[in-house]
């Protein structure tokens, strides 16, 4: 079998399960398998495949057709334009995310952040993989170009995808220290100038969702997905920690669905009067990002 007959073989099986991304997923997945460039499948056609090629091929192609995520048949996905290690312990990244990346990187170069002391500490809260904390962390010095000091801390309550963390952080070459516990308990003694957090915010009702485009959920970590109070109970606790701690962070940043919008701004409102609530769109013109800043 030919690397063109392979892709035509695949991208049919994967179409007839109405997967919109046929082409494409037999594509990335080929040349995993390969371990070549997309380009390579098109400038060497009528290359012949081992019969272990093939056969491993065809085991990811079996797995994708069940919806099985590409990340997790490759073990990668990549993040802000780093790669990051994925498997079904942790969360797999998504694009959205990259705004709470990018909101704290623009807050800081807009010099919205007052540094004290030449020092700043920013918390990654449900690190999950890694793939905020890491970023940052590989991202702002250059920005920043080393005027001050930054802390990176992360948390969460898996310790298998604290695993996940550790080995990406490791991947970028990147200092920051992970700890395991429940949100912000961990880093209860340490002072924290940021709070960026990307908690589970499903609820049951989506969970039973049976569309197609939510059909590759199932191979997530459910914990990593879904929770109580229309998708909002961590937050709510989340914000109950930070409104016991004696030095409060300075920014608390978050993703959320847009149906939660009002639920989000009751519960802010009530617990955060010194905090000044913005909701930022994502690409799709959604709420998703919110952005609670100390007034003044």
Not at 12 to 26: E, H, P
Not at 145 to 157: E, G, H, L, V
């Amino acid at each position: 079998m030919t690397i063109n007959q392979a892709l035509v073989a695949a991208t049919k099986k994967i179409k007839n399960k109405k997967i919109k991304t046929a082409s494409l997923d037999a594509e990335v997945l080929l040349a995993f398998i390969l371990k070549k460039l997309k380009e390579y499948l098109y400038t060497c056609p009528q290359k012949e495949l081992s019969k272990k090629q093939i056969a491993s091929f065809k085991n990811l192609i079996s797995r994708r057709i069940k919806n099985e995520p590409i990340a997790y048949l490759t073990k990668n996905k990549e993040f802000f334009g780093l790669n990051f290690y994925v498997d079904r312990r942790a969360l797999i990244p998504r694009p959205e995310t990259e705004l709470l990346v990018e909101e704290v990187i623009n807050r800081i170069k807009n010099q919205e952040l007052r540094i004290k002391n030449q020092s700043l500490t920013i918390a990654d809260i449900g690190a999950g993989c890694g793939c905020i904390a890491i970023t940052l962390a590989k991202i702002l010095p250059t920005i920043c170009n080393k005027r001050f000091a930054i802390s990176y801390y992360a948390t969460d309550i898996s310790k298998s995808a604290l695993l996940i963390a550790k080995k990406n952080a490791k991947k970028h070459q990147t200092k920051v220290k992970f700890f395991q516990g429940d949100l912000l308990t961990p880093l209860k003694n340490k002072s924290i100038d940021v709070v960026v957090a990307n908690l589970p915010y499903g609820w049951q009702q989506w969970k039973n969702n049976t569309l197609a485009e939510n059909r590759g959920l199932k191979f997530e970590p459910p914990k990593a997905i879904f929770t109580k109070e229309k998708g909002l109970y961590l937050y709510r606790r989340l914000f109950q920690q930070i409104t016991k701690r004696k030095q409060k962070p300075r920014f608390i940043l978050g993703e959320f669905d847009p149906r939660q919008k009002k639920y989000l701004q009751k519960i802010t409102k009530e617990q955060f009067p010194q905090y000044q609530l913005k909701i930022k769109k994502d690409l799709a013109s959604l709420n998703r990002i919110f952005v609670l800043a100390v007034k003044g």
